[in-house]
């Protein structure tokens, strides 16, 4: 079983910064892919999916279109913690944004979320 805690969120203005932290506890093996999604919460929800943000791995990264050059996922692999620095946010940033670890023999795992709002 592996546990994921997500920190970080929060409420910042247009244009400002943030960054998020995912600690990975429990049965963690060395090849693994971590990484962010969202989804919009509230009113904003309705009709929208969960959506990729950005994944990492030993050797690659990905990034959905929409915030490639404004966020950067990076990882410690000795503390088993990802990272997602978003700059330049923009509104439509606002979610909940859930952590994931994902190996073909677990499949995969999700926490619990966290909310970011931008707003002024």
């Known amino acids: 079983q592996v546990q994921l805690v997500e920190s970080g969120g929060g409420l910042v203005q247009p244009g400002g910064s943030l960054r998020l932290s995912c600690a990975a506890s429990?049965?963690?093996?060395?090849?693994?892919?971590m990484g962010w999604y969202r989804q919009a919460s509230g009113k904003e929800r309705a009709g929208k999916e969960r959506?990729?943000?950005?994944?990492?791995?030993?050797?690659?990264?990905n990034y959905a279109d929409s915030v490639k050059g404004r966020f950067t996922i990076s990882r410690d692999n000795t503390k088993n913690t990802v990272y997602l620095q978003m700059n330049s946010l923009k509104p439509e940033d606002t979610a909940v944004y859930y952590c994931?670890?994902?190996?073909?023999?677990?499949?995969?795992?999700w926490g619990q979320g966290t909310q970011v709002t931008v707003s002024s």
């Open positions: 429990g049965n963690i093996f060395s090849f693994n892919t």
């Open positions: 994931t670890y994902t190996t073909i023999q677990q499949g995969v795992h």
């Open positions: 959506e990729l943000v950005a994944t990492i791995s030993r050797a690659y990264t």
